[in-house]
């Protein structure tokens, strides 16, 4: 399982970013995909969550409205959409990988088995 997350860098307060995650080595449309953060100092927390199964997505109370996650199977690729970014949106963020059961999409970090690298999102005020 490989996953390769990229697309951070250094925006100003209220700008956008589109992060993608490409998967490889598994089937991708039995999985969820996640994205995660970690902030200096602060624990890795689950941002955006999505099925390849059916859609189904998930989001943090601070990015919802903010930040959409979609999946294009046919490329194996999750993209998380962030828009309005903030200050405190600045962090590590990491796509992740697991198997999704019972139809359930988790999105707690402890939840996920295949991570990739982290990309560096800087969001200046």
């Known amino acids: 399982v490989q996953l390769q997350a990229s697309g951070g860098g250094l925006v100003q307060a209220g700008g956008s970013l589109r992060l993608s995650c490409v998967a490889s080595?598994?089937?991708?449309?039995?999985?969820?995909i996640g994205w995660f953060r970690q902030a200096p100092g602060k624990g890795r927390e689950g941002v955006s969550c999505?099925?390849?199964?059916?859609?189904?997505?998930r989001y943090a109370d601070s990015v919802k409205g903010r930040f959409t996650i979609s999946s294009d199977n046919a490329k194996n690729t999750v993209y998380l959409q962030m828009n309005s970014l903030k200050p405190e949106d600045t962090a590590v963020y990491y796509c992740?990988?697991?198997?999704?059961?019972?139809?359930?999409?988790?999105?707690?970090?402890?939840?996920?088995?295949?991570w990739g690298q982290g990309t560096k999102v800087t969001v200046s005020s």
């Open positions: 999505i099925s390849s199964v059916d859609g189904s997505t």
């Open positions: 992740a990988a697991d198997p999704v059961v019972d139809n359930w999409v988790p999105c707690g970090p402890y939840e996920y088995d295949y």
């Open positions: 080595g598994f089937t991708f449309g039995d999985y969820a």
